[in-house]
């Protein structure tokens, strides 16, 4: 590879990482869409918002997934540990404005 080349391949790797992470965000907004539905569930059976189980279960996966993908598991399990803060954050300001009126 030259210098000519490696330019174009830097400048078509970062093009593409762009799109990748505009659905990345896509995806983030959609998932952090579902609180609602999500915390009106859990008030309906009487849940918290706080769910080990379903953490736990989450964190299982993620190490699956890490594995069998050969990716970082430790960074992995951080990304997904942000998306479910995320996800709590939102469920707690959708019960927040609600009790609010």
Do not use: F, P, W
Not at 20 to 49: C, F, P, Q, W, Y
Not at 59 to 86: F, P, S, V
């Amino acid at each position: 590879m030259d210098k000519a080349e490696a330019i174009k391949t830097l400048q078509e790797s970062r093009k593409i990482i762009d799109q990748i992470d505009e659905e990345i965000i896509h995806l983030i907004r959609k998932r952090t869409s579902l609180a609602g539905d999500i915390v009106n569930a859990k008030i309906v059976l009487g849940m918290e918002i706080e769910d080990k189980k379903r953490e736990d279960y989450i964190q299982d996966k993620t190490k699956k997934i890490a594995e069998q993908n050969k990716i970082d598991e430790n960074c992995l399990k951080k990304i997904i540990k942000i998306l479910t803060d995320l996800s709590k954050k939102e469920q707690k300001e959708i019960l927040r404005r609600n009790s609010n009126g």
